[in-house]
C-alpha cells in the first residue's frame, strides 16, 4: 500500500491543521493506521493511533485533547485534526499503516510508511 501524507504547513501558536493520508493500491479497511512525528534530533514518536474501524484510539500524553485521529474507509484516508498547535509540535509528520486490525504505538509494528509532511508552529 502506498500512503500520501499531506496538510503541512507554517502556523502560529495556538492554530490549527489537519493533516490526511490518502492510500492507494489496496484498501485501508484491514489497516490500523499511524501518525508519528520527528523533529531534528530525536526520535520518531507515535503521536495518535487508530485501529481498522476508528473504534478504538490513541493519543500520546504531549496531545491529548488538542489532536484528533479520525479515518474515512471508504475513501482510504485517514486524518489528524491538530487544534492548540505549540512550537513543541513543530516537526515532520509521517503517518503509517499496520497491516492487523489492532492499534499499535511503536515503529516497527508498521509495515508501510508515508513520505512525511513538515508542520512548523512558530510561536
Known amino acids: 500500500v502506498q500512503l500520501q501524507a499531506s496538510g503541512g504547513g507554517l502556523v502560529q501558536t495556538g492554530g490549527s491543521l489537519r493533516l490526511s493520508c490518502a492510500a492507494s493500491?489496496?484498501?485501508?479497511?484491514?489497516?490500523?493506521m499511524g501518525w508519528f512525528r520527528q523533529a531534528p534530533g530525536k526520535e520518531r514518536e507515535c503521536v495518535a493511533a487508530?485501529?481498522?474501524?476508528?473504534?478504538?484510539?490513541y493519543y500520546a500524553d504531549s496531545v491529548k485533547g488538542r489532536f484528533t485521529i479520525s479515518r474515512d474507509n471508504a475513501k482510504d484516508t485517514v486524518y489528524l485534526q491538530m487544534n492548540s498547535l505549540k512550537p513543541e509540535d513543530t516537526a515532520v509528520y509521517y503517518c503509517?499503516?499496520?497491516?492487523?486490525?489492532?492499534?499499535?504505538?511503536?515503529?516497527?509494528?508498521?509495515?508501510?510508511w508515508g513520505q512525511g509532511t513538515q508542520v512548523t508552529v512558530s510561536s
Open positions: 487508530i485501529n481498522w474501524s476508528g473504534g478504538s484510539t
Open positions: 503509517a499503516a499496520r497491516h492487523s486490525l489492532a492499534v499499535a504505538t511503536t515503529r516497527n509494528e508498521y509495515d508501510y
Open positions: 493500491g489496496r484498501t485501508l479497511r484491514n489497516y490500523a
